[in-house]
């Protein structure tokens, strides 16, 4: 699949909060908070409004050259906090939450996406509205190198070049992982080896099952801890 080239806009001052475009119940109080949040437009001439409601349309879209932006503002219809209405890209330029994602970039928080072999269905967009291939089944771990998130965690996950799988199709592999002093650690065959002996976090290098239990290498060969699946 073609890269194509992203560009981030640098519209004001931003804050990063996860947001969600399902509808939450308002009890309390609309507000505007700072926000940080990259948001992903997809290269869409999203509408500009010039209030946070949505309702005044100001005759202007966002560029088809810019994929994500950052935000400077973020309104909510009242309580709870958690799903904002709508993003200010600066100077009151208000576009719906409901047209774009929080967006992250992975540096160190995830090594890899474990698919376990699977031909996971592979999109070109992180609302996964048009499917273009599948992972290929010979593949177990995979390159993250973005996000998209919601208020209750994540939803999307870019492989690279715009080519998202779900969250919930794929394993996400920690960058490190907090393990107790006392913790077995098994060979690549599953034969214990010895124990962690101090508790703290540890690196992630790698990460595969074993006899049906996913594992994670956090040293050599003979150092694999049971994460789990």
């Not at 080239?5 to 609309?30: D, E, H, Q």
């Not at 690279?160 to 913790?183: E, K, L």
């Amino acid at each position: 699949m073609r890269l194509k080239k992203i560009f981030i806009a640098f519209i004001a001052v931003f804050s990063f909060l996860p947001m969600s475009a399902n509808p939450v119940n308002a009890t309390g109080p609309s507000r505007i908070e700072p926000s940080k949040a990259n948001v992903y437009s997809g290269y869409a001439p999203l509408k500009i409004y010039s209030d946070p409601e949505c309702t005044q349309f100001t005759g202007k879209t966002l560029s088809k050259n810019v994929e994500v932006w950052k935000t400077f503002q973020m309104y909510y219809t009242g309580d709870p906090y958690i799903n904002p209405k709508s993003f200010d890209l600066g100077a009151n330029q208000w576009i719906s939450s409901a047209d774009v994602d929080s967006i992250g970039d992975n540096t160190n928080e995830f090594l890899a996406a474990y698919s376990d072999y699977k031909a996971v269905p592979v999109y070109s967009d992180p609302r996964f509205k048009y499917q273009v291939s599948t992972l290929n089944p010979e593949i177990s771990s995979w390159k993250i190198t973005r996000y998209t998130t919601y208020f209750d965690g994540y939803a999307a996950i870019d492989l690279g070049h715009n080519q998202w799988v779900r969250y919930t199709d794929i394993r996400m592999i920690p960058g490190t992982i907090s393990v107790n002093a006392g913790t077995q650690l098994v060979n690549s065959q599953g034969a214990p080896t010895s124990t962690i002996q101090m508790t703290g976090d540890y690196k992630v290098f790698a990460a595969q099952k074993i006899n049906d239990v996913f594992h994670l290498k956090l040293g050599n060969n003979n150092q694999w801890y049971a994460f789990g699946f």
